[in-house]
T-cell receptor
Framework: QKEVEQDPGPLSVPEGAIVSLNCTYS??????FMWYRQYSRKGPELLMY????GNKEDGRFTAQVDKSSKYISLFIRDSQPSDSATYLC????????????FGKGTMLLVSP | DAGVIQSPRHEVTEMGQEVTLRCKPI?????LFWYRQTMMRGLELLIY????????DSGMPEDRFSAKMPNASFSTLKIQPSEPRDSAVYFC?????????????FGSGTRLTVV
């Protein structure tokens, strides 16, 4: 079992839809959780991060962490064609310096 | 800051040739990472450096791969000899030393095709 699992998609939705992107993980030591967005032929860019459990909101984006279920989510409200990209979850432990462990990414397509 | 700068953007080479990928990290970032991305395997960490010193190279697939960081502003990833299965997008990323909530800043990548 991989440490971080993420459905590769693609996930196709119409403009204005609410999108839910998810990752599951197996290592309970993970404490920092991040979402990266990667446009075609570009490098991943950090979108949001959360520490431990709970929710964090930034405009149309909400990141949610459920540590008891080892499950994280990214919600996108009022999705736009410009949100079409691959979304990668990433996480790290809270012991000294640890590297990020990435999911494989979910491709999202928002049609006008 | 111009961000993480990688060169070349695209590289097409013949099997058996040497390939050198280059990276300039963000000034002040103590950590530098080399990743390979494919559809099948996603992002794979190849090696990372802290203060120019290689910390973990367990992701380097074979002895054909080598990486150096001669100073804080430059790193190279070399493949010699290259093989078709090395075709992928190679990313360099850098990070400040604080860990925790600090994410990585990625370059735009080098798309390598070995024919």
């Amino acid at each position: 079992q991989k440490e971080v699992e993420q459905d590769p998609g693609p996930l196709s939705v119409p403009e204005g839809a609410i999108v839910s992107l998810n990752c599951t993980y197996s290592n309970s030591a993970f404490q920092y959780f991040m979402w990266y967005r990667q446009y075609s032929r570009k490098g991943p860019e950090l979108l949001m991060y959360t520490y431990s459990s709970g929710n964090k909101e930034d405009g149309r984006f909400t990141a949610q962490v459920d540590k008891s279920s080892k499950y994280i989510s990214l919600f996108i409200r009022d999705s736009q064609p410009s949100d079409s990209a691959t979304y990668l979850c990433a996480m790290r432990k809270n012991s000294g310096y640890s590297t990020l462990t990435f999911g494989k990414g979910t491709m999202l397509l928002v049609s006008p | 800051d111009a961000g993480v700068i990688q060169s070349p953007r695209h590289e097409v080479t013949e099997m058996g040739q040497e390939v050198t990928l280059r990276c300039k990290p963000i000034s002040g970032h103590d950590y530098l990472f080399w990743y390979r991305q494919t559809m099948m395997r996603g992002l794979e960490l190849l090696i990372y450096f802290n203060n120019n010193v290689p910390i973990d190279d367990s992701g380097m697939p074979e002895d054909r791969f080598s990486a150096k960081m001669p100073n804080a502003s430059f790193s190279t990833l070399k493949i010699q000899p290259s093989e078709p299965r090395d075709s992928a997008v190679y990313f360099c990323a850098s990070s400040p030393p604080t860990g925790g909530a600090s994410g990585y800043t990625f370059g735009s990548g080098t798309r390598l095709t070995v024919v």
